[in-house]
């Protein structure tokens, strides 16, 4: 915006700068604040989501087999028992 006033130009060129330059002092600051939360996110040593969800598969399965296990087990143990007392 040009005027005929020197002073108001002088004005709106300083504020134009200095949205300019919040605006710049506004994106370092969100750069600084995203990577030190990145490295203590590292530092936490979190575990991602994907690997939580197969671990916690793995750990399903592992129970169901270990349920079936047992089951044949004393299934096992007393037709043993059955065979032992004839």
């Known amino acids: 915006m040009q005027t005929d006033n020197p002073f108001l130009d002088g004005l709106s060129r300083i504020f134009t700068d200095a949205a300019g ?3 710049s002092v506004r994106a370092e600051m969100d ?3 995203r ?3 990145e490295r203590l996110v590292a530092d ?3 575990v991602p989501r994907e690997e939580f ?3 916690k598969a793995m750990a399903a399965k592992a ?7 047992e089951a044949r087990i004393a299934a096992l ?3 043993t028992r059955v065979k032992s007392d004839s």
């Open 21 to 23: 330059a919040a605006q």
């Open 53 to 55: 969800e197969a671990v």
């Open 44 to 46: 936490m040593d979190f």
């Open 77 to 79: 143990e007393s037709k």
């Open 63 to 69: 129970r169901e087999e270990n349920a079936k296990l």
């Open 35 to 37: 990577q030190r939360l």
């Open 31 to 33: 750069t600084f604040i």
